[in-house]
Nanobody
């Protein structure tokens, strides 16, 4: 089991920045990748960014490329999502997720979510 706890959400004006963090605990040695998803009001949950735990390579949804950066600290078992040039449409509950080596394509572990609100 892997437990995830997000932090860092809040209210920011359009054009501003926020940094989300996700702390992992438990069987972290089994982690394959970590990711951020978001759920905007009235929308389904969507993928935002991913980082492969061992390689550190990353991928992003097109709408955040060039504005968001995901990074990791293997020693602390944390990842961060730096969000710059925020737009009102980035308003959502952001969730941290993790997959493990035995099921690399399955996001089996989720945090509780953190609210990000971007005002216009």
């Amino acid at each position: 089991q892997v437990q995830l706890v997000e932090s860092g959400g809040g209210l920011v004006q359009a054009g501003g920045s926020l940094r989300l963090s996700c702390a992992a605990s438990g069987r972290t040695f089994e982690m394959y990748a970590m990711a951020w998803f978001r759920q905007r009001p009235g929308k389904e949950r969507e993928f935002v960014a991913r980082i492969w735990w061992s390689r550190g390579s990353t991928s992003y949804v097109d709408s955040v490329k060039g504005r968001f950066t995901i990074s990791r600290d293997n020693a602390k078992n944390t990842n961060s999502l730096q969000m710059n040039s925020l737009k009102p449409e980035d308003t959502a509950v952001y969730y941290c997720a993790a997959s493990v080596v035995s099921k690399p394509a399955s996001w089996d572990y989720w945090g509780q979510g953190t609210q990000v609100t971007v005002s216009s």
